[in-house]
C-alpha cells in the first residue's frame, strides 16, 4: 500500500482513510463510479481548497468524503486554479497507486467561455487532467462534483 490520505464523509464529518473506504464501500457496492471534484476560494488572508470524491451509483445518488484545508493566500488566480485541478489529480493518482477503479471523470471548476476569468488556465488544466489519462468535465458540461467541493469552501 502507498501513501494514504485522510477524508471526511460528508454528512457525518466522520474521518475516514480515503484508500480503506472505497476499497470497503466497493465490497459492498461493486457496481459504484468514483468521480472527483475541486474548488478553491480566496478569503481574507487564506485559501481554502476542496477536494471531493463521489461514489456514484446510477440512480440512487453518490456518497461523499472530502478534504478541506487552508492554505496562506494564493494571489495568482492561475496558480491557484491550477493548484485545486493539480490536487484533484493526486488524488486520482493515490487511488490509482492503491489498485482502486480509475475516477470515471474529473471534474474541474473552469469555464470554457472566454468571457470567464477561469479561462486563462481552462486549456492547461483539462491538458493537465487528460495528460493523465483521465475523463474530465468543466462548467457547461455539468460537472455535479464542483458544486459540492463550491459548498464546503463556503461554509
Given at each position: 500500500m502507498q501513501n494514504r490520505m485522510m477524508f471526511k464523509r460528508m454528512y457525518s464529518n466522520t474521518e475516514v482513510d480515503l484508500v480503506e473506504?472505497?476499497?470497503?464501500y466497493l465490497n459492498s457496492f461493486p457496481e459504484t463510479e468514483i468521480m472527483i471534484g475541486c474548488d478553491s476560494q480566496n478569503y481574507a488572508e487564506s485559501t481554502i481548497y476542496a477536494i471531493v470524491v463521489a461514489l456514484y451509483k446510477k440512480g440512487k445518488g453518490a456518497?461523499?468524503?472530502?478534504r478541506k484545508w487552508k492554505?496562506?493566500?494564493e494571489f495568482v488566480r492561475s496558480k491557484r486554479l491550477l493548484t485545486e485541478v493539480w490536487n484533484a489529480i493526486e488524488t486520482?493518482?493515490?487511488m490509482k497507486e492503491n489498485n482502486l477503479p480509475k475516477p470515471a471523470w474529473i471534474d474541474i471548476d473552469l469555464n470554457p467561455d472566454q468571457r470567464f476569468k477561469s479561462n486563462e488556465v481552462f486549456r492547461q488544466a483539462v491538458g493537465m487532467v487528460e495528460g493523465m489519462g483521465y475523463k474530465v468535465r468543466y462548467k457547461t458540461m455539468d460537472p455535479m462534483?464542483?458544486?459540492a467541493a463550491d459548498y464546503l469552501i463556503k461554509v
Open positions: 473506504y472505497i476499497e470497503t456518497h461523499l468524503l472530502y492554505s496562506p493566500k486520482a493518482e493515490l462534483i464542483t458544486y
